[in-house]
């Protein structure tokens, strides 16, 4: 059974930073390209950030290209996002979400069930 588990939310200032866990089991974990996508308050689903099966490629959003960097750890089954110079505007559930595919079209199949990112003084 695929299960995606996110950690590392909460409450953060403006200016401030935080690091998203995901942590996957129940699939080979380098098989596949994963994706964070958040969903602001009364708003739609927002893709965030791609990495491929093995990390050596990424994408972004132009929301967060310069301030938001994804990574992932094969060894532990993790991915990460590591968001600095956080803004309201990126208050957010985010989620964890696993590919079809190592890489090319965006193909979502399973999601995790999201942890709370506020940005507030």
């Known amino acids: 059974e695929v299960q995606l588990t996110e950690s590392g939310g909460g409450l953060v200032q403006p200016g401030g930073s935080l690091r998203l866990s995901c942590a996957a089991s129940?699939?080979?974990?380098?098989?596949?390209?994963m994706s964070w996508v958040r969903q602001a308050p009364g708003k739609g689903l927002e893709w965030v950030s791609r990495?491929?099966?093995?990390?050596?490629?990424?994408t972004y959003a132009d929301s967060v290209k310069g301030r938001f960097s994804i990574s992932r750890d094969t060894a532990k089954n993790t991915l990460y996002l590591q968001m600095n110079s956080l803004k309201a505007e990126d208050t957010a559930v985010y989620y964890c979400?696993?590919?079809?595919?190592?890489?090319?079209?965006?193909?979502?199949?399973?999601w995790g069930q999201g942890t709370q990112v506020t940005v507030s003084s």
């Open positions: 979400v696993k590919d079809r595919t190592p890489w090319g079209p965006l193909y979502f199949d399973y």
């Open positions: 129940g699939f080979i974990f380098s098989n596949y390209a």
């Open positions: 990495i491929n099966n093995l990390g050596e490629s990424t």
